[in-house]
């Protein structure tokens, strides 16, 4: 998943929908070919040439395989851009797609990315020379307007941002993590996905003691049960920390619609502390 660390303490978090961050979309590819949509914020208006940038090389890598995706400017390949005003044109270097579905997703992923961001129109050029056509056949006789989609599926396949909440072990208060995902969220997915912990870059933990584990997810009209392993209740031996733990699981479970209260369990048997 995509991941902007939103810095500070519990209750100083940045809220999804803050008017200082930007929304844009860039475009990567499934292993189908198909042109998968992921929505980015970002504290600054992200231009064309930035656009691109988070799809290409070493960037575009990183940020696919956070979402199980596929860079569309990878290996040898590069993209040249130049302007005429707000209309783009990419030079594309180094392409070499493997059949005709390959290259239209690729061509589709770039000028959708660069559309998204700002351009009024995209036109393609190979190494420099303008074509009528690409080498499986693809016709760039005309500058690209539009946002197309390739595979059924893909125009379903809108990001959906979630607020992962962690833990600082200094500073002991919670920082959110914002991250999107493809599929539709569930207790279940989000609670692994908090047990996972956070990417080792950002120095948090999910506070958890060691071996504690999430056994069972039920939910029952609004309320969701969590039933953990017996590891879980040694959260107790640090009451601050504890009150953190339980926090960011509360706050992490409040992504899933329908979802108003959270309810603890360890091996089937209610979660109780003299510390809460």
């Keep these: 998943m995509l991941l902007v660390l939103t810095a500070g303490c519990a209750g100083e978090e940045q809220a999804p929908g803050d008017t200082s961050l930007n929304t844009a979309l860039l475009y990567f590819l499934n292993d189908q070919d198909h042109i998968v949509p992921v929505e980015m914020e970002s504290g600054a208006v992200l231009t064309p040439e930035m656009a691109l940038g988070y799809i290409s090389g070493e960037k575009g890598r990183m940020t696919a395989e956070s979402h199980g995706l596929i860079a569309p400017v990878s290996g040898e390949m590069e993209v040249v851009l ?6 783009a044109e990419a030079s594309l270097i180094g392409f070499d797609p493997v059949n005709a579905r390959q290259e239209e997703a690729v061509l589709g992923c770039i000028s959708n990315t660069l559309l ?29 307007r539009e946002i197309v989609y390739i595979g059924e599926e893909a125009s379903v396949n809108l990001a959906s941002p979630l607020i992962m909440y962690y833990i600082d072990p200094d500073a002991r ?4 993590i914002i991250s999107y995902t493809t599929e539709k969220p569930t ?3 989000v609670m692994r996905q908090f047990l996972y912990g956070p990417p080792p870059e950002h120095e948090l933990t999910n506070g958890l003691p060691e071996g504690a584990n999430l ?7 609004t309320t969701a049960t969590l039933n953990f392993s017996r590891e879980f209740e040694n959260i107790m031996e640090d009451a601050e920390l504890e009150d953190l733990v339980i926090l960011a699981i509360k706050k992490t479970c409040a992504n899933i619609d329908g979802v ?10 209610a979660y109780s502390s003299a510390n809460i």
Excluded: R
């Design 260 to 269: 108003e209260e959270i309810k603890l369990l360890v091996e089937n048997g």
């Design 82 to 87: 130049s302007f005429e005003g707000m209309n």
């Design 215 to 221: 056994l069972s997810v039920s939910i029952e009209g």
């Design 173 to 176: 208060c919670l920082v959110p």
């Design 187 to 189: 207790v279940e997915a």
């Design 116 to 144: 998204s961001a700002g351009a009024m129109q995209v036109s393609f050029t190979l190494s420099g020379e303008k074509v009528e056509a690409m080498p499986f056949g693809t016709d760039v006789s005309q500058p690209v």
